[in-house]
């Protein structure tokens, strides 16, 4: 006979716990606790989102419940991507990787909590989970197949500790994270820059040695006789032990650059090799120590060893763009470099430190036209996320900026990107796609010049041309941000394809859940179609997102009025006015 006050249901369970947490809070108490904390806050804010409850946390491990199974593996799936985006803003060594498992079985509950075989279940499911991955069972799999946009590796049936039967499990893989077919070889040299490695021995010169990386990136990527991968796909290899083979399948490149860096005092020695990643023979390798105010010359002078290697010809005016360095302050470049690892946090707070380090970079040389770029792109993300809504300190400042960015060095793509984007903003289409075009010019490697053009186009109502500069982009940038699938969704919904704009802007979302426009537009879409539930629960998101977010700001700058008074018809059927 059961307890006094139990009851039983049928329930989904989440079990989740985190991959070497006994050593990670060996190595540092503080920090780990830090991150723990953080990640459980977006784990339990994921989990009320699809109507689930946080049962218990202990330590490292958390319990949560579900009625449905749907909602269970959809709360896992934007966990885990959400706890991705947050992991990559770390060191490799202090990064906190949870295992999920889901079963689906009785529980008895008692008060707030709840016990039985299938909370067991669920925890033993949890270990046959990947860091970073998910596992479900069988029951779990039969209610989930062909609702989610996802696939289920079978593992099949496993004995766990303490279950008298065996316990059939899958492998949950998302859809859009699948891995695709090889892309095919440009026509041209192909090259991805790895991240350097930092042999400094001190955490603490990540940044520079990423800036290192990015430097060279861009260099290269002026030059139009090669095909370059974009940071964003390259900094996914950072941390990870990869064979030049499989980045080479992975990203589509004939060559791979490596290469390391170590700092110390003001000596910098950086290592470099070329690879065929086909074969994995060196092609060219050089080591350099120089004093750190020679920094600029070496890169200079890697950048040419590969072009002489790959024997690319370059055309009028490359070497010359590819050799200006916009600054030779040491201080403000290193100011610029601390500024960009923070900015690539996409956090309010890394925001703002950026825009602090971009202000000091300027101060230290008022003529750095980069560090305008940079400082304008960090002013306008502020009112496109909904944490600044003064259109004066955000877009308009941002504009003053890009301008005298391109004053400084009209050969300076990123200061045409921006420019470009602030026109967007102020509604000058024209305009933008003017600057977007130039940036794409003078870096026609440049896969987010290509996608902020797109988007550009998309808003100006030339669809089809946004949706092959962005099929450009995410050929450079494989692994690309989230923005570009809504400049996907973006350019359906101007073209009246409202499913293919749904299933796009689904995927922007779940890969942040924190990215307002893509939520803002689901709900948009949603409401034409008559989604209304779905799009009511996007548009519920922005609250927590941006809690002060006005109803009436709906970040539309559509040239022409139809498009946005159809948004605004979508937003008006999911109540947001």
């Keep these: 006979m059961e307890p006094t006050g139990v009851e039983r249901k049928l329930a989904a369970i989440l079990c989740a716990d985190v991959k070497d947490y006994s050593r990670l809070m060996g190595e540092d108490e503080e920090a780990t606790l830090r991150t723990l904390t953080s990640h459980r806050e977006i ?94 069972s069988r029951g779990v799999h039969d209610q989930v197949k062909g609702k989610l946009p996802l696939s289920c590796e079978d593992l099949g049936p496993h004995r766990v500790k303490n279950i008298a039967e065996p316990v059939h499990t899958f492998r949950v893989r998302v859809a859009a994270q699948e891995q695709q077919e090889a892309p095919t070889l440009p026509d041209r040299p192909s090259i991805a820059v790895l991240p350097f490695d930092n042999m400094s021995g001190d955490p603490a010169q990540e940044y520079f040695v990423d800036g290192i990386t990015e430097d060279l990136i861009a260099d290269l990527s002026k030059i139009s006789g090669l095909f370059v991968i974009a940071r964003h796909s390259a900094f996914t290899y950072k941390g990870r032990a990869v064979k030049v083979q499989e980045v080479g399948r992975e990203l589509g490149v004939r060559y791979v650059l490596e290469g390391s860096v170590r700092k110390a005092d003001n000596r910098v020695r950086i290592t470099a090799q070329l690879v065929e990643a086909g074969t994995g023979g060196h092609l060219w390798a050089e080591r350099y120590d120089r004093d750190l105010e020679d920094i600029f010359a070496v890169q200079d002078e890697v950048a040419h060893k590969i072009v002489g290697a790959l024997e690319v010809k370059l055309v009028k005016g490359e070497r010359e763009r590819g050799s200006r360095k916009d600054t030779d302050n040491l201080e403000a470049y290193d100011c610029m470099l601390r500024g960009n690892e923070q900015f690539f946090r996409l956090t309010q707070e890394g925001v703002a430190q950026a825009r602090a380090m971009f202000q000091r970079a300027i101060e230290l040389d008022p003529d750095y036209a980069s560090a305008y770029a940079w400082l304008a792109r960090a002013h306008v993300y502020d009112w496109i996320v909904g944490w600044n809504f003064s259109f004066e300190q955000t877009v308009e400042r941002g504009f003053e900026l890009a301008q005298k960015a391109v004053a400084l060095d009209d050969t ?30 003078l870096d026609p490697n440049d896969a987010d010049a290509h996608a902020w053009l797109a988007m550009s186009l998309s808003w100006a109502g030339r669809p089809e041309e946004a949706m092959r500069l962005i099929a450009k982009a995410m050929r450079h940038n494989p692994h690309y941000p989230v923005v570009y699938l809504f400049i996907v969704g973006h350019a359906y919904f101007v073209m009246e394809r409202y499913e293919e704009s749904i299933a796009a802007l689904r995927r922007s979302v779940v890969r942040n859940p924190d990215f307002l426009p893509g939520h803002l537009f689901l ?35 559509f040239k022409d009025p139809r498009y946005d008074e159809r948004f605004r018809e979508g937003l008006s059927r999911v109540g947001f006015r």
């Design 523 to 557: 709900g948009a879409v949603c409401g034409l179609l008559g989604r209304e539930e779905e799009g009511r629960a996007a548009v519920a998101k922005i609250a927590r997102i941006s809690p002060n977010y006005p109803r009436g700001r709906s970040l539309s700058v």
């Design 43 to 136: 784990i339990e804010t994921l989990v009320a989102e699809q109507h689930g409850r946080v049962v218990s946390t202990a330590g490292d491990s958390l319990l949560a419940e579900f009625a449905s199974a749907v909602d269970a593996v959809r709360s896992a799936v934007e966990i885990q991507e959400r706890l991705k985006e947050k992991n990559a803003a770390l060191p490799q060594k202090r990064r906190l990787e949870f295992r999920i498992g889901i079963n689906l079985g009785d529980v008895m509950v008692h008060g707030d909590d709840i016990y039985g075989d299938g909370v067991n279940i669920a925890a033993r499911v949890e270990t046959l989970a990947e860091p970073g991955g998910i596992c479900i």
């Design 412 to 441: 300076l793509p990123y200061g045409h990107s921006m420019l470009g984007w602030a026109h967007l903003w102020k509604k000058q289409h024209e305009p933008a796609i003017a600057e977007g075009e130039r940036a794409v010019a």
